[in-house]
């Protein structure tokens, strides 16, 4: 769960009733009618599972899906557009991200489970949150979303996945809004889903996604959810400030073992250090920058390269100025 800062300088546009106006910033367009929160030159990183990184220049945190939509139909594609989901799989650099960042509140973090087996999601809707509604439905088959710490939107855009499934298993259709505001429905052919990767273009927002799932038993899928649990907490670092799965799996290998094999396990730099208890992730243990952080993923790509000859890729994004 995030938390807002309480001494946030926040921009109100000063649409919704007894709302006051902050003026420290100007907008870069027009806001009257606008009704979500525009913060200028605001914090990232209590947003970001590794707790590093810069400010937006602005972030917007709209009312519902018609002020997203109208939003970004007035900047226009003046400005590059990111979403932020939990921040979990996301290296912010210290330089901040310039632009707008768009993060969904709770009017995008709905699902609803229909008879023919089908979720209903909204982009910011927590992959635990899409598990557990699809258990109590008996809905069977996106019980690895479970394992996934993320949102829905992130989930499709990266082509998530975990124990053996992946997105592109369950996915029907997904809603998107491109960053000139106009709005699309995508079927899953057309995101060309690849490893940990689609042909999503930069700044579109997933607001919502459908996925497929098949009749099955409540206390069954309940199990298999417990299951992963179980398997995550065993094996990798959760309770530490992390980002996730570092880098992605080469073909044949598993990126742990080719980092553990060149002698990376615990190595550090700055405030950065490799888990000790699954190397193919990256800790924050209390001070590091993310330029620690991703100063230390590129020497453990060094060292991997040379050990064995493969280039590990970045399965973390790296976003904003260095």
């Known amino acids: 769960m995030s938390v807002q800062p309480d001494d946030w300088n926040m921009y109100d546009t000063g649409s919704a009733p007894g709302s006051t106006?902050?003026?420290?910033?100007?907008?870069?367009?027009?806001?009257?009618?606008?009704?979500?929160?525009?913060?200028?030159?605001?914090?990232?990183?209590?947003?970001?599972?590794?707790?590093?990184?810069?400010?937006?220049?602005?972030?917007?945190?709209?009312?519902?899906?018609?002020?997203?939509?109208?939003?970004?139909?007035?900047?226009?594609?003046?400005?590059?557009?990111?979403?932020?989901?939990?921040?979990?799989?996301?290296?912010?650099?210290?330089?901040?991200v310039p632009g707008v960042v768009i993060r969904l509140g709770k009017a995008f973090a709905t699902v609803e489970a229909r008879?023919?087996?089908?979720?209903?999601?909204?982009?910011?809707?927590?992959?635990?949150?899409?598990?557990?509604?699809?258990?109590?439905?008996?809905?069977?088959?996106?019980?690895?979303?479970?394992?996934?710490?993320?949102?829905?939107?992130?989930?499709?855009?990266?082509?998530?996945?975990?124990y053996g499934c992946e997105v592109a298993d369950v996915l029907v259709d997904c809603d998107v809004i491109l960053p000139d505001g106009s709005f699309v429905t995508l079927p899953k052919a057309d995101l060309e889903y690849t490893y940990r990767h689609s042909v999503l273009p930069d700044g579109a927002i997933v607001v919502a996604a459908r996925f497929q799932g098949r009749e099955g038993i409540p206390e069954e899928i309940g199990a298999e959810m417990d299951r992963i649990a179980k398997a995550r907490e065993e094996s990798q670092p959760l309770r530490t400030k992390t980002g996730g799965s570092t880098f992605k799996n080469p073909p044949g290998h598993k990126a742990w073992q080719l980092v553990d094999a060149a002698g990376c396990r615990g190595m550090t730099k700055g405030g950065a250090q490799v888990s000790e208890k699954h190397t193919n992730f990256l800790i924050n243990t209390g001070n590091a920058t993310s330029a620690d952080i991703e100063g230390l993923g590129e020497e453990v790509r060094r060292k991997v390269y040379a050990n064995s000859g493969i280039a590990l890729e970045w399965e973390i994004q790296r976003v904003g100025r260095p």
């Open 21 to 96: 106006t902050e003026t420290t910033a100007s907008a870069p367009f027009n806001t009257d009618g606008i009704r979500g929160k525009l913060t200028p030159n605001a914090p990232l990183a209590p947003y970001v599972w590794f707790k590093t990184g810069g400010n937006a220049d602005w972030l917007f945190e709209p009312a519902d899906l018609e002020d997203l939509k109208e939003f970004l139909d007035r900047l226009g594609g003046t400005l590059p557009v990111m979403a932020l989901g939990l921040g979990s799989n996301m290296i912010v650099r210290d330089g901040g």
């Open 115 to 162: 008879r023919d087996m089908v979720l209903e999601c909204g982009g910011g809707a927590s992959g635990i949150l899409v598990s557990s509604k699809a258990r109590d439905a008996g809905i069977a088959g996106v019980e690895f979303l479970r394992g996934i710490p993320g949102t829905v939107g992130g989930f499709v855009r990266m082509n998530g996945g975990a």
